[in-house]
Nanobody
């Protein structure tokens, strides 16, 4: 059974850091584009950061550039999102997802939901005093 299992997240003060993990099982991440998405209450889901299937290029939405870093460890079959300098605007449920052979990170962040092979279960990130 193919699945993505997320870990990390939680409550953090403004200015703090968190690292989200997304472990794949039942398939390998080779040749898959990876992405992190978030959905805040009352808002639509947005692609936060994505990496191409080749791993050679990344995309970040403007509000997280310079603060978030997407990465993958193929040996561990795991994807990460390092989040630094968090603020209240980052509060949301975060999801990871993968799509086969998408070599544009921008496209990976904006594909129709049905294109993604698998989604993680979601993890809450709350930034508050």
């Amino acid at each position: 059974q193919s699945q993505l299992v997320q870990s990390g997240g939680g409550l953090v003060q403004p200015g703090g850091s968190l690292r989200l993990s997304c472990a794949a099982s039942g398939f390998t991440l080779d040749y898959y584009a990876i992405g992190w998405f978030r959905q805040a209450p009352g808002k639509e889901r947005e692609g936060v950061s994505c990496e191409s299937s080749s791993g050679g290029s990344t995309h970040y939405i403007g509000s997280v550039k310079g603060r978030f870093t997407i990465s993958r460890d193929n040996a561990k079959n795991t994807v990460y999102l390092q989040m630094n300098s968090l603020d209240a605007g980052d509060t949301a449920v975060y999801y990871c997802a993968v799509a086969f052979g998408v070599n544009s990170p921008q496209a990976m962040c904006t594909l129709p939901s049905t294109i993604y092979r698998t989604w993680g279960q979601g993890t809450q990130v709350t930034v508050s005093e």
